[in-house]
């Protein structure tokens, strides 16, 4: 599809994480010369995540790929509907359909081991533990690494995967999938599932639920070949 203005790729974070945790990708899209932006969601809610990033939209001209990792999939399901967006790109991430929340899509498959290391803190929302985040979440990244991402993570409301989305914006675009294979955040079945629901273009990449940190590369380049195909 041509365009007059090259497609800038908009990046959405995760639960229990922030925009930061794209800067390798970013570095890599940055250096292939590709628009780029990353969402700093609140994640205090669908809603609130989805305003952001509707907010990141409204301040980018011409045509944006879409990304979300993990949770950040549900956001850009519900976000994905404005006419700017002519693709989606999931990393190791959810895509609830109508009327689905992403604790319905988790509850379709047997829980990975990563659910049993999320507790409520003292205020009553969840955080994932250090030890979750060493051997469920970024097993396959430096130990100081994932300890810094357990140190910087904010909370998550518990009723926020409870939260449905109404018009799934992947029903209407074309979509694109990363299976991280030795995912024990989100279910690797689930991930492959969607892959099929979705008719999505796909890869899978030995990875934790990480891959936009323990394989960047592989991560810029899958995106950059969404950007290629829309521009």
């Given at each position: ?58 301040n980018v001209e011409g045509p944006v790929v ?58 009553g929302a969840l955080r994932m533990s250090e ?83 323990s394989h960047p590369a592989a991560v810029a ?11």
């Amino acid at each position: 599809m041509s365009q007059n203005k090259p497609a800038t790729v908009v990046l959405v974070h995760g639960a229990w994480a922030d925009a930061s945790s794209w800067r390798e990708v970013i570095k890599r899209l940055q250096q292939a010369a590709i628009p780029v932006v990353a969402v700093q969601n609140p994640t205090s809610s669908l809603a609130d995540d989805v305003e952001a990033t509707r907010r990141t939209l409204a301040n980018v001209e011409g045509p944006v790929v879409l990304v979300g990792h993990s949770w950040g999939g549900t956001v850009i399901t519900e976000a994905g509907l404005d006419p700017k967006v002519k693709a989606l790109v999931y990393v190791a991430a959810f895509a609830p359909d109508a009327g689905q929340s992403t604790g319905d899509q988790v509850g379709l498959f047997a829980p990975p081991p990563g659910l049993s290391t999320v507790a409520p803190d003292a205020n009553g929302a969840l955080r994932m533990s250090e030890e979750g985040w060493l051997t469920n979440v970024a097993q396959d990244l430096p130990p100081e690494e994932a300890r810094v991402l357990a140190a910087v993570q904010p909370p998550l409301p518990m009723v926020t995967f409870g939260e449905k989305v109404s018009t799934p914006a992947w029903q209407s675009r074309p979509n694109w999938y990363i299976v991280a294979t030795e995912d024990r955040a989100v279910s690797v079945e689930l991930q492959r599932s969607l892959v099929t629901k979705l008719k999505a273009q796909s890869i899978e990449l030995k990875s934790s639920h990480m891959p936009l940190l323990s394989h960047p590369a592989a991560v810029a380049d899958f995106i950059a070949q969404a950007v290629a195909a829309v521009n």
